[in-house]
Each structure stands twice: as C-alpha cells, then as structure tokens.
C-alpha cells in the first residue's frame, strides 16, 4: 500500500501559460499532501501543505498567487503554476501522508521544463 | 539555519560491506526520523523510521540508529548490494500539527561490485 501517483511526469511549456500537475493517493486516503520542489543536486525544498477542503499553507518566500494548490479530496492534491517562467523550471514532487503518522508517501515527480 | 546536515555528499562502499551515512540535526523538537532513497528523476522512497523513544530500529538489511544527545541518527545497510546505489535523504519531524519534514541535503552512496 501508500502509492502516490503524479501526472504528467514531464511538460514543456511556453513562457507565460499555466501547467496543472496532479498528485493522488491510490491506495489510501490522505489526511495530508505536500508540494516539494527540487533544484539539481540539492535537497527537496517543502512549497506548501494542503489539508482536504481547506486552504494551503505556504512556506516562507513560496509565493502563493503563483503557486496555486487545490485540495478537493482526500485522494487528490493539484499544483498549478500560473504564469510559467524559465526560473519556474524545476523538478515538482508531492506526497501524502495518512492520519497520524508522520511518514510521507511521495509521488515520483514531474520534471517542468517552461520554455 | 540549515536544521538537519549530511556532511558527507558520497559515499562509496564495496559491495558485500556495511554502508553506514549519517545525519545530524540542530533541532531538538525533533522527535522522529526518517530515511528516503532517492534515484534521478524519481520521487524519494521511504526506507525506515525511527521515534525519538528508541534508540534503533531494524527492519531487513536496514539499520537506523539515534543518539538524541549527540542529535545525530545514522543508516547502516548491510550487505550492501548495488541496487542500493541512490541518494539516501535523511528527515526530522515534530510529531505533531502538520508533520512537515525536514531533509537534508542527501548523501550520493555508490555501491562497487
């Protein structure tokens, strides 16, 4: 159990337009999903935590009018960044985790590629 | 502030031989730890835990060990196999409100046939 899928795993998009990623829990349901962003060779960087049908919360400097987060069901997180630039760019992963337990469940990615 | 550290980016260990990374944390709210292996352009995958009331857990080939009064946790994998060769990422948690982690840099552990 505890399968997270991710889709798509790679877009390329023009400067400018807007790219929903979706993240699911297949086998479980999700109390909880984060939205992680990875630079290469570096660490996961935490973007945001989503509960179900209640607003996300941002880390600091994430900016969350570019960084839009949907949690509509316990099995669905989506991620939409609004406005793609270059700079957005990046290797997108979210997980889950189930009730009172501190494990996450990760997806495995999408790589963006914004032209 | 940099709350959980790998000081080593790699690792390389022969096959057959004990693979031991290590992580070190600041905070000590922390009361749980976690290990992930990562491969290039995957999500990382969960390898074991550990609560801040134990000082090991085993689970297979997997070891993690913590000293909360030093702060700092590590993973033994024995035998190392070359499947094993990934990113190894260690977390920290408080076990409470949103559980959010935090990672460390990742360790880059090469396994040598």
């Known amino acids: 159990g505890a399968v997270v899928s991710q889709h798509p795993s790679r877009v390329i998009c023009k400067s400018g337009t807007s790219v929903k990623i979706e993240c699911r829990s297949l086998d479980f349901q999700a109390t909880t999903m984060f939205w992680y962003r990875q630079f290469p060779k570096q660490s996961l960087m935490l973007m945001a935590t989503?509960?179900?049908?209640?607003?996300?919360?941002?880390e600091q400097g994430v900016e969350k009018d570019k960084f839009l987060i949907n949690h509509a069901s316990l099995t669905l997180s989506t991620l939409t960044v609004t406005s793609a630039h270059p700079e957005d760019s990046s290797f997108y992963i979210c997980?889950?985790?189930?009730?009172?337990?501190?494990?996450?469940?990760f997806g495995p990615g999408t790589r963006l590629t914004v032209l | 502030d940099q709350q959980v550290k790998q000081n080593s980016p790699s690792l390389s260990v022969q096959e057959g031989r004990i693979s031991i990374l290590n992580c070190d944390y600041t905070?000590?709210?922390?009361?749980?730890f976690l290990w992930y292996k990562k491969y290039p352009a995957e999500g990382p995958t969960f390898l074991i835990s550990?609560?801040?009331?134990?000082d090991k857990n085993e689970d297979g080939r997997f070891t993690v060990f913590l000293n909360k009064s030093a702060k700092h946790l590590s993973l033994h994998i024995v035998p190392s196999q070359p499947g094993d060769s990934a990113v190894y990422f260690c977390?920290?948690?408080?076990?409470?409100?949103?559980?959010?982690?935090?990672f460390g840099q990742g360790t880059r552990l090469t396994i040598n046939p």
């Open positions: 997980s889950a985790k189930r009730g009172g337990s501190p494990e996450q469940f």
């Open positions: 989503s509960n179900e049908g209640s607003k996300a919360t941002y």
């Open positions: 977390a920290a948690s408080v076990n409470q409100g949103a559980q959010k982690l935090v």
């Open positions: 550990i609560s801040s009331i134990k």
């Open positions: 905070n000590s709210m922390f009361d749980y």
